[in-house]
């Protein structure tokens, strides 16, 4: 009767005996509920970590995804850039015979991880101009007379002429100029007969007439926005070698505009620091390396009056006085003239070929140069 009891309810209420037992069972969960908490943090951990995970995939994806992308992309320029600079398809021949004659002629590419390190060459030039004095006759040369040729006539009406820059040589005229002697040869600037266009490299007659009267020079020159505009430093240069020195910059119309752009504006006087900008019109040849040459070989039809001259490719910066330059490699050595030896290359045939393996110009072109060279007498040296 007791059991039977206990399962009676009292007014809607249990038993003493029923309320002990439910008591007991609630007080043991409440002390469970620990266990219950770490259980429920634990199902929780374990959605954190999968949700970490898949971040974690995703974020390598992407990673991996813009790798592609950009190994791609430098992919494609490459192949552009190889396909805008390569040779011609005529040089292709050539090019395979250089190939296969590379162990005779060493043409090989140089390892591109061993690169030579160049030391700047040891120069005693003096510390001032104070003291310069120029040498009197102290060079042994023989005097003649020379002019040069300003104008061509054809040959013949029924000819095609086509107007050049260094005009129409022959071959015994070429070889008659060598000779020390009075006489009148082909120097470039040779204009064409009446009627037919000018053979380039115009200039102002202002900047013709400035020109003709320095006494020393030293310029240089960029065509088709090739290069930067190098500044001589201006606090290494003496007050008398500003006075007295020409520094001359030659331009074309699209490397002054380049220039512009990047904020050097020539002066009222025509300067841009020590540099006077001279702006050749109607350049003579398309290949702007072939143009450069023109002021760089022909200095002493620019500047018909100047005593000496000091040509400074684009790529360099002028860090020293012209003055102490020409009393170091000219005065001290009693030389008449001084060329800078290449720092990796010394002879024409090395030219040569780095010309050929940076496909500079046609190959069939350069082969042909190099052979009028040699049966000139020019050896070909390795």
Request: glycine share 6%; proline share 4%; aromatic share 12%.
């Amino acid at each position: 009767m007791c059991s039977g009891m206990a399962l009676l309810r009292n007014n809607g209420e249990l038993f003493p005996e029923r309320r002990v037992i439910i008591d007991a069972a609630l007080n043991s969960i409440s002390k469970s509920d620990h266990g219950s908490k770490v259980s429920r943090r634990g199902r929780r951990f374990g959605r954190i970590t999968k949700h970490r995970i898949l971040r974690w995939i995703i974020l390598v994806l992407a990673l991996f995804s813009i790798f592609l992308t950009i190994y791609g992309l430098k992919k494609f320029l490459q192949a552009k850039l190889e396909s805008r600079f390569s040779m011609p398809q005529q040089d292709l021949r050539g090019e395979r015979s250089l190939k296969e004659n590379s162990s005779l002629y060493n043409v090989e590419n140089p390892p591109k991880n061993k690169r030579r390190k160049h030391l700047p060459c040891d120069v005693g030039l003096r510390q001032s101009v104070g003291a310069l004095i120029e040498p009197k006759n102290y060079i042994n040369f023989t005097q003649f007379s020379l002019d040069y040729i300003d104008r061509e006539e054809k040959t013949s009406q029924k000819d095609f002429y086509e107007p050049r820059f260094g005009g129409h040589p022959t071959l015994e005229e070429r070889e008659n100029s060598f000779y020390v002697k009075n006489q009148t040869i082909h120097c470039g600037f040779v204009n064409g007969p009446s009627g037919y266009p000018n053979t380039g490299f115009d200039l102002d007659e202002k900047d013709r007439a400035y020109m003709s009267s320095c006494k020393v020079a030293v310029s240089s020159c960029i065509f088709g926005s090739s290069d930067f505009l190098r500044r001589p430093t201006n606090r290494l240069i003496s007050q008398y070698s500003k006075d007295n020195v020409c520094f001359v910059m030659f331009l074309d119309d699209q490397t002054l505009a380049k220039l512009l752009a990047e904020g050097n504006h020539p002066d009222e006087r025509g300067y841009i620091g020590l540099w006077k900008v001279v702006i050749v019109e109607n350049l003579p040849y398309k290949d702007m390396r072939r143009t450069g040459k023109v002021p760089k070989f022909l200095s002493h039809r620019l500047f018909p009056n100047s005593r000496y001259s000091i040509w400074l490719d684009s790529k360099m910066r002028l860090t020293s006085d012209p003055m102490l330059i020409i009393e170091y490699f000219l005065w001290r050595r009693k030389a008449e003239y001084a060329i800078s030896n290449h720092y990796d290359r010394h002879s024409v045939w090395e030219e040569v070929l780095q010309n050929k393996r940076l496909n500079k110009f046609n190959h069939a072109a350069i082969d042909e140069q190099f052979n009028f060279y040699e049966s000139d007498g020019l050896p070909r040296c390795s």
